[in-house]
Structure formats: structure tokens, C-alpha cells
């Protein structure tokens, strides 16, 4: 069971980034999935996730990030819009089934 991030990097505030999950070893189709982001020094917080086809936003993302999946690639994404310093953190993929990414940096600086 593999999940492969991807899509991290550095950008300004006001900018975009798309990151990406490549899963493997498992069903991907068969769960939910989650993106978690933990900032320095702060706990991880939830911040998006897809269920039933159901699309759930925390509030400090909603209207600028969007969760989608592609479950003929096995693959989840986060497309980050309208970045702020404040969602400077490691996002960490995660699957309903417990597995989790290894993480991808996001800087907004």
C-alpha cells in the first residue's frame, strides 16, 4: 500500500497550487478520502475530504480549495487557490482505510 504526494513548492500569496496523490495497492475507489495539513508548531488540521461523492471543506479553506478525485488513475488532488501565508504547512493525504502520504511541503511566502 502505497499513497505518493506531490505537488508541493513555494508560492506567493494570491497564487495557486494543485497537489496530487497517486495511490496504490489497495482499492482506491472503495474509500474516502481526506487532506490534512499540520503547520509548524501547530496540530494537524482537517481540511477537506470526500465522501459518498460528497465534497466537505473546513471554513478556513472553503471557496478557495477544491478535493477531486480520479479513480480510474487512483489518484486524489487538492487545487489550492487564492493561497495565504496562513496555509503554509506539510498536507498529508489519507485514505478511509487508515493510510496516509508521506507529506508535501507548502510554503506561502
Known amino acids: 500500500v502505497q499513497l505518493v504526494e506531490s505537488g508541493g513548492g513555494l508560492v506567493q500569496p494570491g497564487g495557486s497550487l494543485r497537489l496530487s496523490c497517486a495511490a496504490s495497492?489497495?482499492?482506491?475507489?472503495?474509500?474516502?478520502i481526506t487532506w490534512v495539513r499540520q503547520a509548524p508548531g501547530k496540530e494537524f488540521e482537517w481540511v477537506a475530504s470526500?465522501?459518498?461523492?460528497?465534497?466537505y471543506y473546513a471554513d478556513t479553506v472553503k471557496g478557495r480549495f477544491v478535493i477531486s478525485r480520479d479513480n480510474a488513475k487512483n489518484t486524489q488532488y487538492l487545487q489550492m487557490n487564492s493561497l495565504k501565508t496562513e496555509d503554509t504547512a506539510v498536507y498529508y493525504c489519507?485514505?478511509?482505510?487508515?493510510?496516509w502520504g508521506q507529506g508535501t511541503q507548502v510554503t506561502v511566502s
Open positions: 470526500i465522501s459518498r461523492g460528497t465534497t
Open positions: 495497492g489497495f482499492p482506491f475507489g472503495s474509500y474516502d
Open positions: 489519507a485514505t478511509g482505510n487508515g493510510f
